[in-house]
């Protein structure tokens, strides 16, 4: 089963609000990423937190990552309309000897203008 | 810079038809490559992926297959298509000093009727 699991499932806000998404995992990792996918794309990396750190930022996106909580969350800050996608957390098991991703299953941000 | 090319873009095959989708990646040497299927509205599932020429690891047991005969190259196979195996298809990579990012190529949209 997928390590990653992410709520809400879709998010629907207004421009210029803030918009937050959760992803909760499973077994112990090396780092937490967040991947953005438009409609009918690949997806796009946005943001990678390793295990020791607990907060990022890059430009209007900040993650947060709690390991004792098995969770992170992204805030992406004063949303415009190009935001609306689904949002995937990923996560490497810890060891990284599997060289794989586990994929969350993702939120679907609609951002109205 | 590197760039990775999938082809067909989309593709429509009756049940019991073969199936083979090309994936290259350009700009890099050795990589990671991975090949996930995505179900409309839905997370992304690892189907395979390979470290090197020839070397293979399948993470779903079904009617598909993956080769990499060249560095570069990964190809997705079947020999009969199922109804079920509708969907969109994703390859990607990743270098192999760690796994940091991974890049998605444009995917390809496969309806199986």
């Known amino acids: 089963s997928q390590q990653g699991e992410e709520d809400p499932q879709a998010l629907s806000i207004q421009e210029g609000e803030n918009a937050t998404m959760n992803c909760s995992y499973k077994t112990s990792i090396n780092n937490l990423q967040w991947y953005r996918q438009n409609s009918g794309r690949g997806l796009v990396h946005l943001i990678l937190?390793?295990?020791?750190?607990r907060e990022k930022h890059s430009g209007r996106l900040r993650v947060t990552l709690d390991t004792s909580k098995k969770s992170s969350s992204l805030l992406i800050t004063a949303s415009r309309a190009a935001d609306t996608a689904s949002y995937f957390c990923?996560?490497?098991?810890?060891?990284?000897?599997?060289?794989?991703?586990?994929f969350g299953t993702g939120t679907l941000l609609a951002v109205q203008p | 810079s590197q760039t990775i090319h999938q082809w067909p873009a989309t593709l429509v095959q009756p049940v019991g038809s073969p199936l083979s989708l090309e994936c290259t990646v350009e700009?890099?040497?050795?990589?990671?490559l991975y090949w996930y299927r995505q179900a409309a509205g839905r997370g992304l599932q690892l189907l395979f992926y390979?470290?090197?020429?020839?070397?293979i690891s399948s993470e779903v047991p079904q009617n598909l297959s993956a080769s990499r005969p060249q560095d570069r190259q990964f190809i997705l196979s079947s020999k009969k298509l199922l109804l079920s195996d509708s969907g969109f298809y994703l390859c990607?990579?990743?270098?192999?000093?760690?796994?940091?990012?991974?890049?998605f190529g444009p995917g390809t949209r496969l309806l199986v009727l």
């Open positions: 990923a996560t490497e098991e810890y060891g990284g000897a599997t060289n794989k991703l586990i």
């Open positions: 990607a990579w990743t270098g192999t000093g760690g796994l940091e990012t991974q890049y």
């Open positions: 700009g890099t040497s050795n990589p990671n």
């Open positions: 390979s470290v090197g020429i020839g070397q």
């Open positions: 937190i390793r295990s020791n750190e």
